[in-house]
């Protein structure tokens, strides 16, 4: 007995998870980054005085030039990343312009590769390259493999850096902030938000959600525990 197939629609029974991470994995990181950089920064502080206005103010200043520097270098790694990639869609628009049966033959050649049949092959890319900025995305995603109506955009590549950095970063200051004295109460709640951004992180990676988080928490506490060390030997020591 045949299953008929014809006119019927194709079921999916499996789905795949998005190995890009999209806009979750950035997030995520930029705010473990500012957690852990400022946890530390602030630790380090603490292990050398006592006094709360200058261990918030170490975390203040901490926590602007982690954003600022963060949206500073995602701007413009993204902007040049962006730039060398429209100059390679130029290269390729200018070649489109000017070898169309080359370039037809060339998309022809690369359905072939890919298993397509001669004759089918030569049909698609007569059709793709019928609309010259049809033809431009195909070539430029397969040559290039980027999209050129979809190329990152520097600005909100800052912003959200600079968001998601200052969002971790003012955790373990935000005790401090609220005239809470000691290290212990920021601590426990950089602890915790350690934890739970590394079972976040799960959600995009083959880990559990437990050893996940359990890992982020230890890599967090033992770059502020050696930072705290460093803070109070230089304290002890007067420098």
């Given at each position: 007995?045949?299953?008929?197939?014809?006119?019927?629609?194709?079921?999916?029974?499996?789905?795949?998870?998005?190995?890009?991470?999209?806009?979750?994995?950035?997030?995520?990181?930029?705010?473990?980054?500012?957690?852990?950089?400022?946890?530390?920064?602030?630790?380090?502080?603490?292990?050398?005085?006592?006094?709360?206005?200058?261990?918030?103010?170490?975390?203040?200043?901490?926590?602007?030039?982690?954003?600022?520097?963060?949206?500073?270098?995602?701007?413009?790694?993204?902007?040049?990343?962006?730039?060398?990639?429209?100059?390679?869609?130029?290269?390729?628009?200018?070649?489109?312009?000017?070898?169309?049966?080359?370039?037809?033959?060339?998309?022809?050649?690369?359905?072939?590769?890919?298993?397509?049949?001669?004759?089918?092959?030569?049909?698609?890319?007569?059709?793709?390259?019928?609309?010259?900025?049809?033809?431009?995305?195909?070539?430029?995603?397969?040559?290039?493999?980027?999209?050129?109506?979809?190329?990152?955009?520097?600005?909100?590549?800052?912003?959200?850096?600079?968001?998601?950095?200052?969002?971790?970063?003012?955790?373990?200051?935000?005790?401090?902030?609220?005239?809470?004295?000691?290290?212990?109460?920021?601590?426990?709640?950089?602890?915790?938000?350690?934890?739970?951004?590394?079972?976040?992180v799960s959600r995009v990676t083959?880990?559990?959600?437990?050893?996940?988080?359990?890992?982020?928490?230890?890599?967090?506490?033992?770059?502020?525990?050696?930072?705290?060390?460093?803070?109070?030997?230089?304290?002890?020591?007067?420098?």
């Amino acid at each position: 007995m045949t299953k008929a197939t014809t006119g019927a629609r194709a079921e999916i029974h499996h789905e795949h998870r998005d190995v890009n991470g999209g806009w979750l994995r950035p997030a995520v990181f930029g705010a473990m980054d500012g957690l852990v950089s400022n946890f530390a920064l602030i630790a380090g502080v603490a292990g050398g005085t006592a006094e709360t206005r200058i261990i918030a103010l170490a975390g203040i200043a901490g926590l602007a030039a982690g954003a600022f520097s963060m949206a500073g270098g995602e701007y413009v790694s993204v902007a040049s990343q962006r730039e060398l990639a429209q100059a390679e869609i130029d290269v390729e628009r200018r070649e489109l312009e000017r070898h169309p049966e080359a370039e037809e033959a060339e998309l022809a050649r690369m359905y072939e590769q890919r298993g397509v049949d001669p004759e089918t092959a030569r049909e698609v890319a007569r059709q793709i390259s019928r609309d010259p900025e049809e033809a431009l995305a195909v070539h430029t995603r397969a040559e290039l493999g980027v999209d050129p109506d979809d190329l990152p955009s520097p600005v909100l590549a800052a912003v959200s850096s600079f968001l998601s950095f200052s969002l971790g970063a003012i955790v373990p200051l935000l005790p401090y902030l609220l005239g809470v004295r000691g290290l212990w109460i920021s601590a426990v709640v950089s602890m915790v938000a350690l934890f739970a951004a590394g079972a976040v992180v799960s959600r995009v990676t083959a880990r559990s959600w437990w050893f996940s988080g359990l890992r982020q928490l230890v890599v967090g506490a033992v770059a502020a525990a050696l930072t705290w060390g460093l803070g109070s030997l230089i304290g002890t020591g007067g420098l």
